[in-house]
């Protein structure tokens, strides 16, 4: 059996599952195919994790139409960041105030994102929903791919004018295809985790450099933290397993008392970080989006993001290529989403990475330099805000999404 679509997008995680979102504005017919159902307690997209959106990423969700049902019940907002260098007294405190908008970004559970876009594919007659579904196979010609699936232990195949690949990195499909990719494992694990604390945080989020990497304290409810803790693997292993008070104790001495007291850890889970990105996204037929395209340090909370506008310029160039009668499985099609997306792309990996790399360092007049670096930006709100509107997404060519648009508009 052969089932035909337009567009065929492998995974349907935060990126994949927001691209199908995109994609009902438009009139091309879609297939999101995933291993798992999203509400699936180990789905490894939509899981325990909290994820930080920028205001960019908020418009975005305003264009998809889905943030009215996002906020106000699962979106915090983060006011004010304070940057610090443990041991060092170099910091910066990072206002919405200095670029008028009503908050920095917004701190958003995994799976209330994941309930929300799949709500919005749910009853859409141009999107089809394949899950528990796997592609395991692709094979390209002229004038489409095709994929072939495994679901309910049988193959089928899915012929489409494009595939997306949003799988993550997960699946064996960019290799087969030869798509090419620089990728750094980091020597470093997140361990990541919610804590309460005595003091309300009044929508403040930490990043604090200490010992193997940051540590990042986002504001949740009115007194918890989400917790996003860099450490080498063997410390990891052994936190995550420790007592509460061995865990608490250590976070406490590792971050101070700025938050207040810490108490009542929620259960611990650990992820590999890794530094990649696929040097050309695009071959004709397919196209590579999310972290399956790159991934970053989540130093920053860039990389959803960054796959978030993947999203909306690929929507963007998909619905104008349709508009005009344009194949949008093409080369001329992809290239021009490809050149919309690399510096950004870059800009981001370069910008983690360096941030990691001169905040890791025990090199003393690194040290000496990165907290009058922190202390100088503190001093230069122009910087200051230069810094934010880079890092909230709001640089650079935006799409209509990216304005708070529907692609229509
Ligand atoms: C600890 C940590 C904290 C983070 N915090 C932030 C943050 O605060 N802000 C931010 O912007 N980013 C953050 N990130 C990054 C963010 O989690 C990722 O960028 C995001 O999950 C990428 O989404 P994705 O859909 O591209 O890939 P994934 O989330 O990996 O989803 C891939 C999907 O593809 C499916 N799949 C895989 N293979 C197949 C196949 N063969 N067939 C069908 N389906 C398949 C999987 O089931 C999965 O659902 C963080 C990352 C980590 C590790």
């Known amino acids: 059996m052969c089932e035909d679509f337009d567009v065929a997008i492998v995974g349907g995680g935060m990126v994949g599952a927001s691209l199908a979102c995109a994609l009902t504005q438009t009139r091309l017919r879609s297939a999101l195919i995933d291993t798992l159902p999203a509400d699936a307690a180990s789905h490894p997209s939509f899981d325990e994790r909290t994820v930080a959106l920028t205001y960019s990423s908020r418009l975005i969700f305003e264009g998809l139409g889905v943030w009215n049902s996002i906020s106000p019940l699962h979106a915090y907002p983060?006011?004010?960041?304070?940057?610090?260098?443990?041991?060092?007294?170099?910091?910066?405190?990072?206002?919405?105030?200095?670029?008028?908008?009503?908050?920095?970004?917004?701190?958003?559970?995994?799976?209330?994102?994941?309930?929300?876009?799949?709500?919005?594919?749910?009853?859409?007659?141009?999107?089809?929903?394949?899950?528990?579904?796997?592609?395991?196979?692709?094979?390209?010609?002229?004038?489409?791919?095709?994929?072939?699936?495994?679901?309910?232990?049988?193959?089928?195949?899915?012929?489409?004018?494009?595939?997306?690949?949003?799988?993550?990195?997960?699946?064996?499909?960019?290799?087969?295809?030869?798509?090419?990719?620089?990728?750094?494992?980091?020597?470093?694990?997140?361990?990541?985790?919610?804590?309460?604390?005595?003091?309300?945080?009044?929508?403040?989020?930490?990043?604090?450099?200490?010992?193997?990497?940051?540590?990042?304290?986002?504001?949740?409810?009115?007194?918890?933290?989400?917790?996003?803790?860099?450490?080498?693997?063997?410390?990891?292993?052994?936190?995550?397993?420790?007592?509460?008070?061995?865990?608490?104790?250590?976070?406490?001495?590792?971050?101070?008392?700025?938050?207040?007291?810490?108490?009542?850890?929620?259960?611990?889970?650990?992820?590999?970080?890794?530094?990649?990105?696929?040097?050309?996204?695009?071959?004709?037929?397919?196209?590579?989006?999310?972290n399956a395209a790159h991934s970053v340090h989540p130093v920053a909370g860039q990389g959803f993001n960054l796959g978030l506008r993947d999203v909306a310029a690929l929507a963007d160039t998909l619905y104008e290529a349709q508009r005009h009668g344009n194949d949008i499985g093409s080369m001329p099609v992809l290239d021009g989403y490809c050149r919309w997306r690399r510096r950004d792309t870059r800009a981001v990996g370069v910008f983690t990475d360096g941030l990691i790399n001169v905040f890791g360092s025990r090199f003393s007049p690194l040290v000496t330099l990165r907290n009058l670096g922190l202390t100088a930006i503190e001093l230069m709100p122009p910087v200051k805000r230069a810094l934010l509107r880079r890092t909230m997404g709001l640089h650079g060519p935006r799409s209509r999404l990216g304005l708070g648009l529907r692609l229509s508009d």
Request: with cysteine; hydrophobic share 40%.
């Open 78 to 290: 983060i006011l004010r960041i304070h940057v610090s260098d443990r041991g060092h007294s170099g910091i910066t405190r990072l206002d919405h105030g200095l670029v008028g908008t009503e908050a920095l970004g917004y701190v958003v559970p995994n799976r209330a994102l994941g309930k929300a876009l799949y709500d919005c594919v749910a009853t859409h007659p141009g999107c089809h929903k394949l899950s528990p579904a796997r592609a395991t196979a692709i094979d390209v010609n002229e004038d489409h791919a095709r994929l072939t699936v495994e679901s309910d232990a049988t193959n089928r195949t899915i012929r489409a004018k494009l595939v997306v690949i949003a799988d993550g990195g997960r699946s064996p499909l960019t290799d087969e295809l030869g798509f090419k990719n620089s990728l750094t494992s980091y020597p470093h694990v997140a361990l990541v985790s919610r804590v309460h604390t005595d003091r309300t945080h009044d929508g403040t989020a930490y990043e604090r450099f200490a010992g193997a990497g940051p540590l990042a304290l986002l504001p949740i409810d009115t007194k918890q933290f989400a917790l996003v803790w860099t450490l080498d693997e063997e410390d990891a292993k052994r936190l995550r397993t420790a007592p509460e008070v061995e865990f608490i104790g250590e976070l406490q001495n590792t971050f101070g008392d700025r938050a207040g007291i810490f108490s009542n850890p929620a259960t611990r889970y650990q992820y590999p970080l890794a530094l990649s990105r696929l040097t050309d996204p695009a071959q004709p037929r397919v196209v590579v989006i999310g």
